[in-house]
């Protein structure tokens, strides 16, 4: 058994009349023996339409569930279809890059700071809910630990970069209140993970400051987020400098984070 407990576990593939690397439960299983590397999947994406089509239907969604399947679990509850709102690729995108950012009329930076693969992203719901107002506390969110990048122009304290997913968002109280308030989606911001519009919390007004600057390390009046159509967030922040025994500190604390789903990945330097 795998290091997430389903490297082993088979899904019930189609029969099919391919050989080779075309059949799917070949192709499952060169995954499987690759641990689902990210990047040779997406190189066989490109290889032709048959291959881009079998890597869409089934093998994105199989690389989302060995690399956080209680995450994955617990997204997928009461669904009725093997499907999840914004596409498996979307995700996957989510649970390995962080996306970036740019300057927004609520945070100001001197220059982008690119997205990037990620070594390590811990996601968890017990964060998430430092994320949601009171009136939407009944959603499930998962929000990863911010990714620190270094920042330029002078100033000392770094960014934060963090990314999450809702589960049902089309069912939400959040994009209820989003819908009931009427607000706008942002002109220039596209959903790095999955391209579509998005809301401004700020705008929303639906931004819990205080506990969400909490969870981040941040001042209340140093961060913004957004939520796409599809329920991916994607979030910047200043992060105030910690001292090494407030580190120490936080480290510890986070290891054994109730709810969480830790993912890791030796290929992929931060």
């Known amino acids: 058994m795998g290091e997430n407990g389903s490297a082993s576990r088979v899904p019930r593939l189609n029969e099919s009349d ?23 999947l997406g190189r066989t994406a490109t290889v ?4 881009h089509a079998l890597t869409r239907r089934l093998l994105w ?4 569930i060995y690399r956080a399947p209680r995450m994955i ?17 979307a995700l996957a995108k989510l649970l390995y890059f962080c996306g970036g950012c740019e300057s927004t009329r609520n945070l100001r930076l001197s ?5 990037h693969f990620v070594e390590s992203s811990r996601f968890s719901k017990t964060s998430g809910q430092s994320f949601l107002s009171k009136s939407c506390r009944g959603d499930v969110l998962y929000v990863s630990d911010p990714c ?34 009427q607000v706008k989606f942002e002109e220039e911001k596209r959903c790095p993970y999955c391209g579509t519009r ?36 994607h979030g910047a922040c200043w992060l105030v400098p910690l001292s090494s025994d407030e580190e120490e500190l936080c480290s510890s604390s986070s290891d054994g984070e109730e709810n969480g789903s830790h993912i890791r990945d030796p290929h992929y330097p931060c």
């Not at 032709?48 to 291959?51: F, V």
């Not at 679990?73 to 690729?89: C, F, N, P, R």
Request: aromatic share 8%; hydrophobic share 35%; net charge positive.
């Open 18 to 40: 391919e050989w080779g690397i075309l059949n799917e439960r070949v192709l499952f299983l060169v995954f499987e023996c690759l641990k689902w590397d990210i990047q040779t």
């Open 48 to 51: 032709n339409r048959r291959l």
């Open 61 to 64: 969604r199989e690389l989302c």
């Open 73 to 89: 679990s617990t997204l997928m509850e009461g669904s009725s279809s093997s499907q999840i709102l914004g596409g498996w690729l």
């Open 111 to 115: 220059h982008p700071s690119p997205g």
């Open 148 to 181: 620190e990048h270094a920042a330029e122009g002078g100033r000392q304290n770094d960014v934060g970069i963090y990314r999450g997913v809702f589960r049902s968002f089309m069912k939400s109280r959040t994009r209820e209140c989003l819908l009931r308030k």
């Open 198 to 233: 998005m809301w401004s919390m700020t705008a929303a007004q639906l931004i819990p400051r205080k506990s969400a600057a909490r969870r981040l390390g941040s001042r209340d009046d140093a961060l913004e987020y957004f939520v796409c159509l599809n329920g991916h967030l």
